[in-house]
């Protein structure tokens, strides 16, 4: 029964939301998103957690309101989601702005593949849909979720924004699926990398915390020669008349990575990991309800018994993890 109302509820969500009027839409999500945080609940209490982390400055009072925001931000994505099918490419335009992105348009009319690390920061389908317009489509992987139904739905929507989805589970290898993508040339490969599916991530500092983050982008990069950039994104309000629901989309690009320390591939891997973390750190400390991130990230929350047992070096944590898929 649960499953069924989950999908009758996304398939209600592709077709109702996009037809209502946009203030109507947004303010219905402000609506969803203040009976979440009302209810409370294992997410928003992750939610909370993952942000007293990243602003330990913040009074009690200070967090509840930014955990508001935070589900207001997230929210947004999707009340953004189910209306994106139905923007026309200048709403999309609109809507973005994007920042630092000459070498990446360079690469791009090469039709060279390049590989961006994101996190789960603002629109990364609104992004994605506009690369597919300005730069290049997008290859992704995607989290396979239940019910399978919902999974598919969301596998259609990503490709009626000409984004390629490689499911994490369930299917072939998606590691392999990457690389022959990365090898084909004249696609994005942007992969949501600051949370580890896999348990074989790397660790990293994330904003003075350990945090185990997916090495799969460095790891397609230094295998395939493919640059590799981090992005982050977030929203800002935006000019009246302007955005989308009041909001505009900001990306913004990294120079391009290369690793700092020779060695094997998993102790270059894990410094490019580091640089990804500590590029999306500005963007979750300054924005950081635009951080979605309702999930365990940081190791002491996903291994409570480590204590205060000293972290490994970014170099051991590197060698001892194998080269599997991550995303």
């Not at 040339?185 to 983050?213: F, K, P, S, W, Y």
Request: with cysteine; proline share 6%.
């Amino acid at each position: 029964m649960t499953d069924t109302l989950s999908v009758l509820g996304f398939r209600a969500g592709w077709k109702v939301v996009r037809a209502l009027p946009e203030r109507t839409a947004y303010a219905l999500f402000d609506r969803v998103a203040a009976v979440v945080v009302r209810r409370g609940g294992k997410g928003i209490e992750r939610l909370r957690s993952n942000y007293r982390r990243a602003r330990p400055e913040l009074s009690e009072a200070e967090l509840d309101a930014l955990v508001s925001a935070g589900m207001r931000s997230y929210m947004r994505y999707y009340c953004e989601a189910f209306r994106l099918p139905s923007l026309t490419r200048a709403q999309i335009d609109g809507a973005v702005e994007v920042r630092g992105d000459a070498p990446v348009r360079e690469l791009c009319a090469q039709q060279q593949t390049v590989v961006v690390f994101v996190g789960h920061l603002g629109n990364f389908d609104l992004a994605a849909a506009w690369s597919a317009g300005s730069l290049m489509p997008v290859t992704t992987v995607a989290e396979r979720l239940k019910p399978e139904e919902v999974f598919q739905e969301f596998v259609a929507f990503r490709r009626s924004i000409d984004m390629d989805i490689i499911p994490l589970t369930g299917g072939d290898d998606p590691f392999h699926g990457l690389l022959e993508a990365a090898r084909s040339g004249g696609r994005i490969i942007a992969l949501a990398a600051d949370r580890d599916l896999t348990h074989h991530g790397v660790e990293v500092d994330l904003l003075g915390h350990r945090a185990r983050m997916a090495k799969g982008p460095a790891v397609l990069s230094l295998m395939t020669g493919a640059p590799l950039f981090c992005a982050r994104i977030w929203y800002e309000p935006a000019a009246p008349g302007t955005g989308l629901g009041g909001h505009k989309t900001v990306i913004e690009f990294s120079e391009q990575l290369h690793p700092r320390v020779q060695g094997p591939t998993p102790e270059r891997a894990a410094d490019l990991v580091q640089q990804c973390a500590d590029h999306l750190a500005g963007a979750i400390r300054e924005h950081t309800s635009s951080w979605h991130m309702l999930q365990r990230v940081f190791v002491d929350d996903l291994d409570p018994a480590r204590g205060n047992r000293p972290a490994p070096s970014t170099a051991t944590t590197a060698t001892t993890t194998t080269s599997g898929p991550t995303a």
